[in-house]
Nanobody, 119 residues
């Protein structure tokens, strides 16, 4: 099993910055993908950014150029630096870890952390 614990959410004014952290523990394989998803009220959960254990990153178009994802493999921790925040970034942000066992993908989720951007 894998446990994910997020921290760093909060309330910020538009144009401000926040940094989210997610620490993973448990049965973690060396090869995995960690990422951040977000879910705004009344909307489906959507991908924000991912990073592989090798450091390859992917960003959704809505956050590209403003958000930076990074990770510390020694600490099994992933970060999301969010700059130039907009009110539309308001959502619950969920940490995700995906790894494969016998070619079958397993997804693990954190409990979520609220990010609120005021205009």
């Amino acid at each position: 099993q894998v446990q994910l614990v997020e921290s760093g959410g909060g309330l910020v004014q538009a144009g401000g910055s926040l940094r989210l952290s997610c620490a993973a523990s448990g049965s973690i394989f060396n090869s995995n993908v960690m990422g951040w998803y977000r879910q705004a009220p009344g909307k489906q959960r959507e991908l924000a950014a991912t990073i592989t254990s090798g450091g390859a990153t992917y960003y959704a178009g809505s956050v590209k150029g403003r958000f930076t994802i990074s990770r510390d493999n020694a600490k099994n921790t992933v970060y999301l630096q969010m700059n130039s925040l907009k009110p539309e970034d308001t959502a619950v942000y969920y940490c995700n870890l995906r790894q494969h066992v016998n070619w079958v993908a397993s997804d693990y989720w954190g409990q979520g952390t609220q990010v609120t951007v005021s205009s």
